[in-house]
Each structure stands twice: as structure tokens, then as C-alpha cells.
């Protein structure tokens, strides 16, 4: 197994304005994504090009929010415009499944913004899939590239 993953997200498109971009864990291949209502904890802080900045987080949510709260838009020149996620330590059941992200894209009004963050699934399993979806559940293109760390 590998020490940890990298996960590279670059030009993700939402079909629906104005979402956030999530990520869930799944311990049984991707038949099934955890998504209880207090499953996952995540904090994170985003910048925008106007030089605004807010916190966002939860210590019990059905999801890990990536982009620190930002709602992203649908249009050519706005979304996710990259994102480096990384999950260590992934296959062991003694501890919490983790990542930590830095991300940029642009909202519906097509501010540039940059975040960081990281956060948990609040229980000791071996993470064998990761979800990205956003807060419509859709995703209209994007790209992306996984490493594994040895």
C-alpha cells in the first residue's frame, strides 16, 4: 500500500451555479460514500482577489467542504480552477482517514479565490476511495490526476 495519495483537480465544472465542492471517504471500493449527517470535521480559510478572507468549518458535517465555503460558479472562466489534496495514512484502521488541500477557482462573480484546509472522517477505518462531488451532486467536466506516495 501506498504511504499516502495526492489528488489533482484542475478545470472541475459544476452543472450547477453557485455550489461547493465536496469530498467524502468510502471503505468498500466506492459502492458506497460515508455521508452521515456528523460523519466528517473540516476547517478552512479562503482569499479572495479583493482582499477578503472567512473561516469555514464543521465539527459534524456529511462531508469535508474543500473550498472553504465558496460557492463556485458554472461558467468557462469560473469553477475549480485547480486543487492539491492530499490523504496520508489512508489504509490504517487505528486512525481517522485525513487530507489537507489547497485550492483556487472563482465564484459566480468570477473573484478569484485561493483556499486552504483539511479535514477528517470522525471514525478508524481503511479509506479505499475518495468522492468528489459538488454540493448539487453534479459535476459537469474536470480533470484530475492521483500519485501515490511510496
Known sequence: AYRGLKFFLYSFYPVTDAVELYLRFSTDGGSTFDAGVSDYNYASWRFNDAAGS???GSGAAAFIGVFGGAFLGNAAHEGMHSAEITLL???????????????????TSTSGIAAVGGGARE???DTDAVRF???SGNVSSGKYAVYGMI
Open 54 to 56: 472567512a473561516a469555514s
Open 89 to 107: 495514512d489512508q489504509t490504517n484502521t487505528g486512525q481517522w482517514s485525513k487530507v489537507h488541500f489547497q485550492a483556487y477557482g472563482s465564484d
Open 123 to 125: 471514525a478508524a477505518q
Open 133 to 135: 462531488l459538488f454540493s
